[in-house]
């Protein structure tokens, strides 16, 4: 029997102690790097946006990977590409945890408007 997902999550999550460090001039390449990890994980993103506080992230993924596991390794990737290119001048760390919520297919277009909606 072949299987088949519909798990559609939106993720966000901030930057240590919600300091709006995101500056629009490096946060196209925050996101394509961060899609790329998406990527590298064999998941699909569908959407992502944010404030210069935090991020939103909507993710189509498979029941074989662990939420957990992905958004670790965002984080953690994320802000060593953060560091390495020295885009920001201040500090840079993203705060422990993460939001999750699950969505159900009819709901997609709204949570990606909503997203893509957030400046």
């Not at 709006?20 to 394509?32: P, R």
């Not at 210069?52 to 670790?72: E, K, Y």
């Not at 060593?80 to 297919?105: D, M, N, T, V």
Request: proline letters at 2%.
């Amino acid at each position: 029997m072949s299987t088949f997902s519909q798990i559609y999550i939106h993720v966000v999550f901030s930057v240590h102690s919600k300091a709006g460090l995101i500056d629009s001039t490096w946060e196209v390449a925050l996101h394509k790097y961060i899609t790329g990890i998406v990527q590298k994980y064999g998941q699909k993103m569908l959407a992502i946006n944010g404030m210069p506080d935090h991020l939103h992230l909507m993710i189509g993924m498979t029941p074989d990977c662990c939420l957990s596991d992905l958004v670790r390794e965002i984080k953690k990737s994320s802000n060593k590409f953060i560091k390495q290119e020295h885009l920001c001048k201040s500090g840079f760390s993203w705060q422990e945890g993460f939001g999750a919520f699950s969505h159900s297919r009819s709901r997609i277009d709204s949570v990606i408007k909503y997203i893509l909606n957030q400046k």
